[in-house]
């Protein structure tokens, strides 16, 4: 059984993280249920464990160590932090499938308001295609990053997990180099012109995730 929680107004970082530990080691115990979390956070800058120093700008807003894979990721009011806490020892320990899956969990969720997102090789998470954009000098179309994924395992339960943009203030996103990739922006469901609330996009996640995670 996967439990649920939507926690209101903003959490903080070191909160959450200190949630999520606790959590993902009552589940290895066996005392607590696997758990998927939906928070927003204040402003702020994590640092993956790939995180290059030149690639934070400005630290404008608290930079925090994640301890989870991936580079710099902005957090903010408007984002959906999907927070992860599954037990993989029950649902096999391949971890390529595990962020896969995360990936399709979001694609799916974004197609119910006509969004076509997809995965690019060598890039994780998710991304649109934007041909309303002057093309990059090489010709091809510009995209744009609408979720992140950075996860970290402990004892083969997940935690961390998806971050995904609703309507946030992009500009923020300009004191780093969102993932280490510089040549792509980033993008929102409200900046596709899509007034997509975030209760919205928690019913499309609770709607599609028993089709990825059975």
């Keep these: 059984m996967v439990e649920w929680i939507i926690s209101d107004g903003l959490t903080g970082y070191e909160d959450a993280v200190t949630f999520m530990e606790a959590r993902a080691a009552a589940i290895h115990a066996g005392t607590a249920d696997e758990l998927i ?3 927003e956070h204040p402003p702020l800058y994590t640092a993956g464990t790939s995180a290059r120093e ?14 989870r894979g991936g580079q710099y990721t902005y957090h903010g009011p408007g984002q959906r932090i999907v927070y992860v806490m599954l037990d993989l020892n ?7 499938k595990f962020v896969s899956g995360l990936e399709q969990w979001v694609i799916a969720a974004l197609a119910e308001f006509g969004v076509s997102a997809e995965v690019r090789q060598g890039r994780v998470g998710v991304w649109v295609t ?3 954009k002057p093309p990059l000098p090489d010709g091809s ?5 609408i979720a992140a994924i950075g996860v970290k395992l402990r004892r083969w339960v997940s935690f961390h997990g998806i971050s995904i943009n609703v309507e946030p203030d992009l500009s923020h996103y300009t004191g780093i180099v969102p ?3 510089s ?6 469901l409200v ?7 975030m209760s919205d996009l928690d019913v499309a996640l609770r709607d599609s995730f028993d089709e990825i995670f059975r």
Excluded: M, N, Y
């Design 183 to 188: 040549e792509h922006g980033v993008t929102s």
């Design 37 to 39: 979390w939906l928070v």
């Design 179 to 181: 993932c280490g990739i």
């Design 90 to 96: 029950r649902r096999g320990k391949d971890v390529r």
């Design 191 to 197: 900046d596709l012109g899509l007034p997509v609330s």
């Design 130 to 132: 934007r041909p309303d």
């Design 141 to 145: 179309p510009r995209e744009d990053k």
């Design 54 to 67: 030149s690639d934070l700008l400005d630290a404008r807003f608290p930079v925090h160590q994640a301890g």
